[in-house]
């Protein structure tokens, strides 16, 4: 948030889940039966009977390479109106 100290941030910002998590999902081969499981990043995963694993951020707006995802804006949780004055030097924010 150090960019976005001085900001007056009135709306969600687009990649306001940002905390995301990855997560890796493991396909394992287990007598002819495919099953599956879920680790959290970085977890040690049991190497018998691999078949297949994929890591993938759990997050609705951020991609599998941690981007934001561009042009899906998020649902704003609430708006709350605000009203401009400018008092002296200086501009004053006051919820309506």
Excluded: C, W
């Amino acid at each position: 948030m150090k960019d976005y100290s001085d900001a007056i941030i009135t709306g969600q910002l687009q990649t306001a889940d940002a905390t995301f998590s990855r997560i890796t999902l493991v396909y394992y081969i287990n007598h002819n039966n495919i099953s599956k499981s879920v680790y959290g990043y970085g977890e040690p995963i049991e190497q018998k009977n691999l078949f297949y694993t994929i890591t993938i951020p759990n997050s609705a707006t951020i991609n599998v390479d941690g981007s934001p995802k561009q042009g899906v804006p998020t649902v704003l949780d609430y708006q709350v109106p605000i009203e401009k004055d400018h008092n002296g030097d200086m501009d004053v924010y006051t919820l309506i």
